[in-house]
């Protein structure tokens, strides 16, 4: 434990001594004492140490069958002309050659599977990408949209107010600022005055504000809930930055050559954006503010300056607003296309910026935080799929995990879906093939040795002349085998790739039973 002193300016200093003072008065003051601690389990290093990693021990298990199931084989390849095979060598050759036959099948087949599985996740890994950005996209526009609708709106009744109030010199200065400041509660029951504050086209936001040019101070915010937040200064956010320079974007119906694409100058300007996601000023809540150039004037704003100087003022001291002063118009809220995602285990996505920044992420609490060149294992190979914006799959690690992802550029933005998959889960689903492989396995081994029990019961310890060649015998005798277990393998070949589900199950069952019963009709015959 490290002893802390949190004093009245909320500073806090360590005391390596732990006494728990830093100097006589920190010492008299015990109720601003602390003390920071951490835990560990000491014996999880311990445990770690011990565990191997299930591929690890899927390897070592499947060496150590392989070498018992054909340690028979290499016996009987070893053994001189002197050395007489006895009945036990021919059984053990028996099981061991069925057994390595099982296994080396059930290998196949996991592999089979997991291959086929990583072709499938990352088939869903692109059709989630693409998904993701058509949602957001449409979205994104219907919020573009519905903040015109607003500025409209607000614009026509300022202006409308403004001819009112020139006519009207009885009303006060406040009374004709503060008529739509502050409207909360657009969702409400009473959210029908007035008529152009109503949602209609997206409703999914939290505020919607006007910002003045130069300082950014917000003169008119509106919201859907109870309360409303205050006003303040936005001059450091991009959202209202980009839209004084004009550096913004455009997702559908224009490009960044405005006239050259078939779209009217007007057309492709009011279709313009920008978009930025940060974290509250006001409410630490994670948003995201999607701005445009207001339709609003100076003129339109001579009843809404009673908060700080004037424009004429701002102009003033600062020499570098815009000449010609730009307000401008902001919906902020979570989008729905990004907040709290239904995705299967171990699916990811995130939306990230050129350098990595990670703008949204399907867990919200790496977003505007975490960037994913610095969690990834192969920073290089992300970075140049961001660079070329170009669709690529990925075989790297994430936050330490393997993970497969798939990079797609979003048209229109200088932006990336990034789909993730844990591929943990693929291993995990392959060593469940494999212990499942392994059951039927043995039952199919206990089978074989039920028949030779049954055997050395009727026959004694005779050797099988089916599995063990005589000199007496004629080579027809074995014909009869050959062709019985040739027509059950290309019998079970059909079957593989003809039956599924439950009917494979039954004949991958029965299948190996089969070969058996051919072996033993011959033993018979012979």
């Known amino acids: 434990c490290q002893p802390l002193v949190l004093r009245n300016l909320g500073e806090a200093s360590g005391d390596p001594s732990g006494t728990g003072a830093t100097g006589g008065a920190a010492a008299a003051d015990d109720a601003g004492r602390w003390a920071l601690c951490g835990l560990a389990d000491r014996s999880r290093g311990f445990r770690e140490a011990l565990a191997l990693a299930p591929h690890l021990l899927v390897v070592l298990v499947s060496v150590v069958l392989l070498v018992l199931f054909t340690w028979p084989i290499l016996k009987l390849l070893s053994m001189s002309q002197r050395e007489r095979l006895r009945f036990h060598d021919v059984f053990f050759l028996l099981i061991g050659s069925l057994g390595a036959l099982m296994f080396a099948t059930v290998l196949l087949v996991a592999h089979d599977t997991h291959v086929e599985l990583r072709?499938?996740?990352?088939?869903?890994?692109?059709?989630?990408?693409?998904?993701?950005?058509?949602?957001?996209?449409?979205?994104?526009?219907?919020?573009?949209?519905?903040?015109q609708d607003f500025d409209e709106g607000l614009a026509t009744a300022l202006r409308a107010a403004d001819g009112a109030d020139?006519?009207?010199?009885?009303?006060?200065q406040a009374t004709?600022?503060?008529k739509w400041r502050d409207l909360t509660s657009l969702l409400g029951p009473g959210a029908s005055e007035p008529a152009w504050a109503v949602p209609e086209r997206y409703r999914f936001f939290g505020s919607v504000f006007w910002m003045r040019p130069c300082d950014g101070q917000q003169m008119v915010k509106l919201t859907v809930r109870r309360a409303n937040t205050p006003r303040v200064r936005v001059t450091g956010r991009d959202y209202f930055q980009k839209v004084q320079t004009g550096d913004l974007w455009c997702t559908t119906g224009c490009t960044s050559d405005a006239g050259n694409d078939g779209v009217a100058e007007e057309d492709h300007g009011s279709k313009q954006f920008y978009l930025q996601a940060f974290r509250s000023l006001t409410t630490g809540e994670f948003a995201a503010a999607l701005s445009i150039p207001s339709k609003l004037r100076m003129a339109d704003l001579r009843s809404l300056e009673d908060d700080g100087p004037s424009y004429a003022e701002l102009i003033a001291e600062r020499p570098n607003c815009p000449g010609d002063p730009v307000v401008v118009a902001a919906i902020s809220g979570e989008p729905v296309s990004t907040t709290r995602p239904v995705l299967g285990p171990g699916i990811q996505f995130a939306i990230v910026a050129d350098d990595g920044l990670v703008i949204f992420h399907s867990d919200e609490r790496r977003a505007t935080f975490e960037n994913l060149f610095e969690e990834v294992g192969d920073a290089d190979r992300l970075a140049a799929a961001v660079s070329s914006r170009t669709d690529q799959h990925l075989e790297t690690s994430y936050s330490a995990t393997p993970h497969q992802m798939f990079v797609h550029p979003i048209e229109g933005l200088p932006w990336h879906v990034v789909t993730m998959a844990d591929s943990q889960i693929l291993r995990t689903n392959q060593l469940e093939v494999l212990m499942r492989g392994g059951f039927y396995l043995l039952l199919h081994l206990g089978v074989v040795f039920l028949l030779s029990g049954a055997y050395v019961l009727v026959r004694g310890r005779t050797t099988p002349r089916c599995l063990w060649p005589y000199l007496s015998a004629h080579p027809s005798d074995y014909a009869w085998g050959i062709w019985m277990l040739l027509v059950v393998t290309l019998t079970f070949i059909t079957a593989l790739q003809a039956l599924d589900d439950a009917a494979l199950l039954w004949a991958s069952f029965v299948g190996p039973i089969v070969p058996v019963l051919v072996l033993a009709t011959s033993a018979w015959l012979v």
Do not use: G, H, I, P
């Open 119 to 147: 072709e499938e996740s990352s088939k869903s890994l692109k059709k989630l990408a693409y998904r993701v950005e058509n949602n957001l996209t449409f979205e994104f526009e219907k919020m573009r949209r519905q903040l």
């Open 166 to 172: 020139r006519e009207d010199q009885t009303r006060d």
């Open 176 to 178: 004709r600022s503060d």
